[in-house]
């Protein structure tokens, strides 16, 4: 083997000609690739920061933004159809079917507004898909996945900021409310598993930018994050998170060809990272609390210290030994690499068996058992309860049993858990497969499963032509996404806007101009037409380009209705805690009037005239709710004890038969 492919293959982390030994420690840090990092990265930090989008009024109001945005750009010229791949049309076409079946299904869905709610969060990340197919080229994507790493690692200081110092954040003790969520990091994006995923997704883009950073400094600052995130992953007890963030790494190391300097990176972050565990444990309070006390808060500022600390050290390390690699640039035998993948092959096989895979799916299998005792996020995270996941698909299952073509509707799982179901009251099947199976039948389940394999078929034959650089970057990228696919398969995710858009984003980027082959600017299909004398002709390309500025439109009035009967529902709210009756009554109305499918604001008039003790208009208003949706059984419950209230007890004795047929497991309705 030459000198020259020994370098190549070999240990440090990057092999450097001695002109670029000499970069500044930073080294050059581009206007340009700083903006499209931070304001994408500043982006998706501010839509995971309010409960990761979940609100509805925040994701439409996302979902306006990220379509006008393509509206603009249709109207100025600004986006272009050319060279756009055809896997990126394959998964645009994709993805607006599923968003059409979504929209259609409200025809047949036991609830038109949660329904067409599922079609505003599909659309939503149909104007993502098409908005990154679109703007990145092949010069951005690096900074994209910069900026998604920036993001991840942001969110998840601030969780931690949050657990170590909670009275700066009201919304974190408001969280721990949640009986679950009591002793598992949540904030900022509202859920533990969400939080630990996101976190999770920016490992492998933290990995690359610590290979690829140009100066040691910034190398070092892209690999201090990961005990950071280890701690977090932890702190939320999130088994989905740790498992996810392990396939990214395995993925990741199986598909660069810097693997050398990869398990180099792994080892310098391999000692602070499980240091940064065993301080969180060394910290019972900061783990299980109890929060709030003083005790609570010097744990809290010890293992903020600590943490910190072994980030810094992470980052200082491995900036140490970039800056020594650059220099020198000594190699390390292939073979040296390969004994290391060995020993790393045979831990993961050692680990595979030793958690006993068949005792470990018959854990899972069981039904959901609470875990109590004072050590609750250490024996949650090494338990193997499927916490009902196995009973939920099981539901999702019967349910298409009974529509097993287009499913029962989209938004319609809740309603069948909770009808015939074991577990009660669970909004979502904690799979988006199951889910989609049970909503949306078989077609919606092969046309969702199409639109993920886009992107898995489209890296492999991307790898092949890639170069041997570019292959890093879309190892970076195929690892985020393969980690997206196992989570939103045991997870809800896809209902959670801040995890699932990434993978809209990843998706985007996998199928898009970012990672094609650079044109041959010699090629017959690279160079303009010749123009042709003649009338002017619309070509395809504005042809085009004006259907999607139509698209554009339709979406925006299509996410704006809602958005803003939601803001007008949130006023009626607003104003009724502050006993202004009459302006929450008009606000609400208002909201009918904006969506007058929608079953929310007539309950919320229905509960201001019961308050104000207009019996008659209750009964009214509340029955005009179970019209709208009839599948909803807390509708029910108003009904009859609106009805009692105004004497009507043969009218509540049906509503409460109603009640409990739709929620069997209700007390109330047993009593």
Request: hydrophobic share 55%; aromatic share 8%.
């Amino acid at each position: 083997m030459s000198l020259q492919k020994l370098d190549e293959e070999a240990l440090p982390i990057a092999t450097l000609s001695p002109a670029e030994r000499r970069r500044p420690l930073l080294g050059r840090l581009p206007r340009r690739g700083i903006a499209i990092t931070l304001g994408i990265g500043g982006a998706l930090f501010l839509f995971a920061y309010n409960r990761g989008g979940y609100p509805i009024a925040d994701r439409n109001l996302a979902a306006v933004i990220v379509w006008w945005v393509l509206l603009v750009g249709s109207l100025t010229g600004v986006w272009t159809l050319r060279r756009v791949p055809r896997a990126a049309l394959a998964g645009a076409a994709l993805l607006a079917a599923l968003t059409a079946l979504t929209g259609i299904s409200a025809v047949w869905a036991g609830s038109s507004e949660r329904a067409l709610n599922d079609f505003c969060g599909t659309l939503f990340y149909l104007g993502v898909y098409v908005l990154v197919v679109l703007a990145v080229a092949r010069r951005d994507l690096g900074r994209w996945l910069d900026a998604v790493a920036v993001a991840a690692a942001a969110t998840v200081v601030l969780g931690l900021i949050s657990r170590y110092f909670p009275s700066l954040f009201a919304a974190e003790a408001e969280l721990r409310s949640i009986p679950e969520a009591a002793g598992r990091l949540s904030f900022p994006v509202g859920y533990w598993n969400g939080l630990a995923v996101l976190a999770a997704l920016g490992v492998p883009l933290l990995l690359r930018a610590a290979l690829a950073a140009r100066g040691p400094a910034l190398r070092g600052l892209a690999l201090a994050p990961l005990p950071a995130i280890a701690a977090a992953i932890y702190l939320a007890s999130s088994r989905g998170g740790a498992l996810a963030s392990a396939l990214a790494i395995l993925v990741f190391l199986a598909a660069t060809p810097r693997r050398a300097a990869t398990l180099t990176a792994l080892a310098v972050a391999s000692g602070p990272t499980v240091a940064a565990i065993a301080v969180q444990k060394h910290y019972p309070l900061v783990v299980n609390g109890p929060f709030g006390t003083s005790a609570a808060a010097s744990q809290g500022h010890a293992a903020a210290a600590w943490t910190a600390g072994l980030c810094a050290l992470c980052g200082l390390a491995y900036a140490g030994i970039a800056i020594v690699a650059d220099r020198r640039g000594r190699p390390v035998a292939v073979r040296v690499e390969r004994g290391l993948l060995i020993a790393l092959s045979v831990l993961v096989l050692a680990g595979v068996a030793a958690a006993n895979p068949v005792a470990r799916l018959h854990a899972f299998q069981q039904p959901y058992k609470a875990i109590t005792g004072p050590n609750y996020v250490q024996s949650h995270l090494f338990s193997g309860n499927g916490g009902g996941r196995w009973q939920l698909w099981a539901t999702a299952t019967d349910a298409l049993r009974t529509k097993p073509v287009l499913g029962r509707g989209a938004g319609s799982f809740e309603a069948w858990e909770t009808q015939h179901g074991t577990l009660g009251f669970v909004r979502d099947a904690h799979s988006a497969c199951m889910q989609t199976l049970a909503e949306l039948g078989i077609v919606g389940l092969l046309v969702f499963v199409a639109f993920l394999i886009t992107g898995l078929a489209t890296t492999a034959v991307r790898f092949a032509g890639a170069r041997r650089e570019e292959r890093c970057v879309l190892a970076a990228l195929v690892a985020a996404f393969v980690a997206y696919v196992f989570a939103i398969g045991f997870d809800w995710f896809w209902q959670l806007p801040a995890v699932g858009v990434l993978g809209i984003v990843f998706l985007g980027l996998l199928t898009g101009r970012g990672t094609t082959a650079p044109p041959d600017p010699d090629s017959p299909s690279t160079r303009p037409p010749p123009a042709k004398p003649g009338p002017r002709i619309p070509s395809a390309r504005h042809m085009a380009m004006g259907t999607m500025a139509l698209v554009a439109v339709a979406a925006i009035f299509a996410e704006g209705l809602p958005l803003l009967s939601q803001l007008r529902l949130d006023a009626s709210q607003t104003a009724a805690r502050k006993g202004d009756l009459n302006r929450a009554v008009k606000e609400a109305i208002a909201a009918r009037d904006l969506a007058p499918w929608a079953a929310s604001p007539y309950l919320q008039v229905a509960l201001l005239a019961e308050r104000a003790g207009d019996l008659a208009q209750a009964r009214n208003w509340i029955t005009a709710a179970t019209r709208q949706d009839p599948s909803d059984w807390r509708l029910w419950l108003v009904a009859t004890r609106v009805q009692t209230e105004a004497g009507a007890i043969a009218d509540a004795r049906r509503s409460l038969a109603r009640l409990r047929e739709l929620n069997p497991s209700l007390q109330l309705a047993a009593s």
